[in-house]
Structures are given as C-alpha cells and as structure tokens.
C-alpha cells in the first residue's frame, strides 16, 4: 500500500510560536490529502481536506486562520500551527486518498506540545 | 449527516478466543463504503477490512471478518483466535463514494480492545 510519512513525529513548542508539519506521500500522487486531530483515548476528528494545487476545505468550527494548509505539490501537503497554545497540544494525523475503494493511508502522526 | 456509533468503549478477550465489536451508522445513502480500522499504541492507522455496501457477501481477511447487515444499517468486526498483537483501539469508518474531496471519512468513537494472556 501507499506510503505516507509526517514530520516531524514530535515537536514541542512555545506559546505564541508557529510550528509546521509536514505530510508526505512516498509513492502515491495525491490530488486530496486530509489532516485530523486526535486527542486522548478519543477518536479522530477530520479538520481540513488538503486538495493539490487550491485551498483547503475546512470542517465547521475549525479556525483556517489558525490551521493553515498548503498542498504545493502532489507529494507534500503541510500544517502550519499559527500563535499555538497549550490547547493547541495534541495528535495531528494526515491520511491520503488512494484512488482505490475509497481507501485512505495514514500517517504515523506527529505530537504537538504547546508549553 | 452520516453518523458512526461504537457503543462498547471497551472490550477484553483471551487469547485464541473470538471476540465482536459493534458498529452501527446512520446514512441515507445507498452506496457506500464501511471500513475498520486499528490503531494500535504506537498510534499508526492500520487498515483491518472493508466492505462495500452494494456487495452482500461479507468481507472476509484472514482471521477478521464482517457481519453486514445494510438494512439495520450494522457493521460488526468479528475477531477470530485472538493473538496479543490484537491489542489496539479498533475505529469503524464510513465514506460515501463520491470520489475527490468526498472520500472523507466518519469514524466512530471507537471500542479499546485487550487481549488477555
């Protein structure tokens, strides 16, 4: 299956900062790539589709401003966490669509700690 | 909307045992696609199995398997000769097949399953 890969696997921040995560596709050309949040013992919640090459489609109460999504390429979509604080702390997962029985590849995710 | 409801948090299984987690969904949608997916400790998104829903036939992968209901709209994993590598949060998922930006998904809230030695 598809390869898909996140970095960096964990960051820690301060508060006010911005941090980026980026997400690869290794062997896949992705036109549509997806960002989630996880957090404890929860479930995952879909923020954002990421399209290649237009912007990003953001769920009902995600703030866009604060969750920036650049698709530039069919490889690389990123996440940029703008002025983080510590609620801003938690599991970001992307996952890719594969084209195949509407399947998505995951991610490994990356683990925001906003102090 | 589309809903996804896993009504056991939790479920434990001894080992070589079987063991069912419930899912059930809502859509008005008669096509469709249903995924379980496992999330073990280290957190990366395992793809068990999926079903497609104009399929009756069950879907079937090695020691896990379905039982679809489409009209009660029901969705259970069936877990045969548990191993201690089953140990994992288990997530139901839905997606209506409308392809592109569509192919986002609904999951359930999941049931954490332990397998006992």
């Known amino acids: 299956g598809a390869v898909v890969s996140q970095h960096p696997s964990w960051v820690i921040c301060k508060s006010g900062t911005s941090v980026k995560i980026e997400c690869r596709s290794l062997?896949?050309?992705?036109?549509?790539m997806f960002w989630y949040r996880q957090f404890p013992k929860q479930s995952l919640m879909l923020m954002a589709t990421s399209n290649e090459g237009s912007k990003a489609t953001y769920e009902q109460g995600v703030e866009k401003d604060k969750f920036l999504i650049n698709h530039a390429s069919l490889t690389l979509s990123t996440l940029t966490v703008t002025s983080a604080h510590p609620e801003d702390s938690s599991f970001y997962i992307c996952?890719?669509?594969?084209?195949?029985?509407?399947?998505?590849?995951f991610g490994p995710g990356t683990r925001l700690t906003v102090t | 909307a589309q809903t996804v409801t896993q009504s056991q948090p939790e479920m434990s299984v001894q080992e070589a045992e079987t063991v069912t987690l419930s899912c059930t969904y809502d859509t008005s949608e008669s096509d469709y696609y249903l995924f379980w997916y496992k999330q073990p400790p280290s957190r990366q998104m395992i793809l068990v199995i999926r079903q497609e829903a104009y399929k009756q036939q069950n879907a079937t992968e090695n020691r896990f398997s379905v039982n679809f209901q489409k009209a009660a709209k029901s969705f259970s994993l069936k877990i045969s000769d548990s191993q201690l590598g089953d140990a994992a949060m288990y997530f139901c998922?839905?997606?209506?097949?409308?392809?592109?930006?569509?192919?986002?998904?609904?999951f359930g809230k999941g049931t954490l399953l332990t397998v006992n030695p």
């Open positions: 996952s890719t669509e594969t084209g195949v029985s509407y399947e998505q590849y």
């Open positions: 062997d896949f050309q992705a036109t549509t």
């Open positions: 998922a839905y997606t209506p097949p409308s392809g592109g930006s569509n192919y986002k998904l609904t």
